[in-house]
């Protein structure tokens, strides 16, 4: 086919030279049709670009491997399609074919590519005949670590994609096709948790190498015990010009990190290199034009600017000589993007290197239920017991077939499970927190989906299916005064819903770090019990719990969003708009303005006090903080001569009266109204409870958390964005 083309061409190109020569025609490269995708492996979800040439209604079909081409000739339809040339698109502009502009409902069902072997074909003219052909895979990654930018994941316990092979010459990337030879030595060999080295070099494939070579990246190396063998360094993942050398440098005893050929002065460095080494979980972190960082078990220790791309050459782990060490790499890990801290804190959590409860805001903390590390130190998929990571509330579990752990979570499906006491104690306290994170949600019940529930059903939060909306029944009020939200259905899918409840305060309920309801809590809870899950059918339904957690006090709407983000469903780099308040200056019952200053200020400016005849006026002493206040003229009456020409008499006019929230406050403008100045938001920035006033759970343990630590340090910069929006 390719041939009689080309020889058609050249036909034509003769007859137009013998016609016509003066006029050259030339052939580029470009006008040659072809096909080209980014990748050869992808993980499900992820975009798959492809570049292809050619000419009027030449196109582009994705098919399964399988698949046969012309219908009319028996075989399939494609998946997905679109003109090379045609319908806006140009020949030679790359496209993801996942918004092509075709696609045929005959294939409805792979229209999101799930796991499977594709193809990417090339058709000439609108027909079937085939240019070109590029076969690739779309693969399901069985991980609870980010997926979002995974390139490459080398995992040392199941070190082929049938599980581990301790004979095996490659060690297999689980997350695409980068896979990485390696050889059996006495020093160099695969043990039951990783890959043991001691002296060799093993080199990535050239897909890594261009990854850290780009505007971003991330590598994550695990290792466990470290012992240094080199005489002057230990260099465990390096390029052959050295642009990218991350190792100890062992006369100092610090980790540190050369890049793109910069100075040592220029490099982040980490104290006591060794002993930190030790089963530890080593990140680097990487943006050109931004910082690189250094993670250790999740928790930043050094960072410096990084002005340039890598510029390596090549990619391995291990060394020889001077820099020689002996480990086992337990896992290595590649994305194309710079994590944040809390993805990185998250993957630390995965690997057991970090407790989960470190993630969380900490003062009030009671129990702490993790969907990706079910245990203290790790995940076990057959347990029957959720260790609560605080201390002893741990949920003893009726498990099935239904009822089961999966990759980050709990599988719950119409079977009730009982919280212990203390927890059902702590929700029947003055005031409580309740955080649950939920996965993917079916609902099965014909009335209700009720997810935490008690026997007296005095503690009831559930989603009402004849009108789809979110419900919390406390402390057995009606139906009218409950909290209720629409849309039930998406707020309980793959969701953080937090419910913060005071006596004699307010409930209030937010869905992934937003507020999205509040209502009076007059009265104790009162519940019997304590359950997640359901088992009637009018309540029932199948949805992962991911994470549950309680405090014994209300987390204010900064420490739910901070524990939002440690959960990754709220994006981490956001800019959150600036905190205003208002001060209110009144005289005479009269508003005369509204000021209004941004958090932290400590000053503003006044306005001037309206004149009052026979009298002096003055504002009344006030001090800027972060609240909204009232500030209210003083006037003083003035000193007046007597007739006879004794001293004269101070008459002292009597203060007004406090200002409180029933006095009429008359507006400047309008001359007339009883509105009292706006106290909508009176308390915020004001936090539940004073630090130390609670205790409790993992309060003392923790100290502050990498929530407060690593997260709410950049709360003040960031804007709340619901992910799955």
């Not at 069985?142 to 010459?169: C, F, H, K, M």
């Not at 490659?170 to 002296?199: C, I, M, Q």
């Not at 972190?285 to 410096?304: D, F, L, M, P, W």
């Not at 503003?604 to 309206?610: A, M, T």
Request: net charge negative; charged share 20%.
């Amino acid at each position: 086919m390719m041939k009689k083309s080309l020889s058609f061409g050249l036909a034509v190109l003769l007859i137009l030279a013998a016609v016509m020569v003066a006029v050259p025609v030339q052939v580029t490269a470009e006008e040659l049709p072809r096909l080209t995708l980014n990748k050869t492996s992808y993980l499900v979800g992820e975009d798959i670009f492809v570049t292809a040439t050619g000419t009027g209604t030449d196109w582009v079909g994705l098919y399964a491997a399988g698949d046969t081409y012309d219908p009319g000739a028996g075989g399939q339809v494609s998946i997905l399609w679109y003109y090379v040339a045609d319908d806006g698109n140009a020949s030679g502009n790359t496209k993801n074919i996942r918004e092509a502009e075709h696609r045929n409902e005959q294939r409805a069902s792979l229209y999101d590519i799930p796991a499977g072997e594709y193809k990417m074909m090339l058709m000439k003219d609108g027909g079937y005949s085939v240019v070109a052909e590029v076969p690739f895979r779309v693969i399901e990654v069985p991980t609870a670590y980010v997926r979002d930018g995974l390139v490459a994941w080398y995992d040392g316990v199941e070190n082929t994609r049938d599980g581990q092979d301790i004979e095996s010459v490659v060690w297999h990337d689980k997350a695409g096709g980068y896979d990485l030879p390696v050889e059996h030595t006495e020093t160099n060999a695969f043990e039951a948790t990783g890959f043991h080295v001691r002296s060799g070099k093993f080199s990535f494939p050239q897909g890594i190498v261009d990854t850290v070579n780009g505007k971003a990246f991330t590598v994550e190396l695990r290792f466990s015990e470290f012992v240094s063998v080199g005489g002057s360094f230990n260099t465990f993942l390096n390029s052959g010009n050295d642009n990218f050398a991350l190792f100890r440098r062992n006369k100092k005893d610090v980790i540190e990190f050369k890049f793109a050929a910069n100075p040592g002065s220029e490099r982040p460095t980490v104290a006591d290199g060794l002993a930190l080494l030790q089963n530890a979980l080593v990140t680097v972190t990487y943006e050109v034009g931004g910082q690189t960082r250094i993670y250790i078990n999740g928790e930043e220790k050094a960072s410096a600017p990084s002005p340039k791309e890598m510029g390596a050459d090549t990619l391995f782990i291990g060394q020889e000589g001077s820099k020689a060490f002996d480990t086992v790499y337990r896992s290595i890990r590649f994305y194309d993007r710079a994590l944040n801290p809390a993805e990185v804190a998250h993957n630390a959590v995965v690997d057991g290197a970090l407790s989960a409860k470190q993630l969380y805001v900490a003062d009030g903390l009671v129990a702490v239920y993790s969907g990706i590390q079910n245990r203290a130190g790790g995940n076990d998929l057959d347990a029957a017991v959720w260790a609560d990571l605080c201390g002893g509330n741990d949920i003893t579990l009726t498990t099935d077939q239904n009822n089961r752990f999966e990759l980050g979570g709990f599988r719950s499906n119409s079977i009730r499970q009982f919280f212990p006491q203390a927890v059902v104690d702590v929700v029947n306290g003055q005031a409580f927190t309740v955080e649950m994170s939920l996965g993917d949600l079916r609902s099965l019940g014909t009335a209700y989906n009720t997810f935490i529930n008690s026997d007296n059903d005095n503690f009831s939060l559930f989603r009402r299916i004849e009108n789809d909306v979110l419900e919390f029944k406390y402390a057995g009020n009606g139906r009218g005064e409950r909290p209720q939200v629409k849309d039930g259905l998406e707020l309980f899918t793959d969701s953080l819903i937090t419910v913060t409840y005071e006596i004699g305060g307010e409930t209030v309920i937010y869905a992934d770090g937003m507020e999205i309801a509040r209502t009076a809590s007059p009265r104790p809870m009162g519940a019997d019990n304590l359950f997640f899950g359901h088992d009637k059918q009018t309540h029932n339904y199948s949805t992962l719990f991911r994470d549950l957690r309680f405090y014994n006090r209300a987390l204010s709407a900064e420490e739910v969003l901070a524990n939002a983000k440690a959960d990754l469903v709220v994006d981490y780099d956001y800019t959150e708009p600036e905190k205003v308040f208002k001060a209110t200056f009144v005289a005479n019952n009269k508003v005369v303005t509204v000021v209004e200053f941004a958090a932290g200020a400590t000053s503003i400016e006044e306005p001037e006090v309206p004149a009052r005849e026979g009298f002096t006026g003055a504002w009344a002493a006030y001090t800027v903080e972060n609240k909204n206040f009232t500030v209210r003229a003083i006037y003083t009456l003035i000193p007046a001569q007597t007739e006879t020409g004794t001293d004269a008499v101070t008459e002292t006019a009597t203060a007004p009266v406090t200002d409180t929230a029933t006095e009429a406050v008359t507006t400047a403008e309008s001359g007339s109204g009883t509105e009292p100045p706006d106290t909508s938001l009176d308390t915020a920035g004001v936090t539940g409870t004073e630090t130390g006033k609670t205790g409790g759970g993992c309060s003392s343990a923790v100290g502050g958390g990498l929530a407060l630590t690593a997260l709410m340090t950049v709360l003040a910069a960031a804007t709340l964005r619901r992910r799955k929006h």
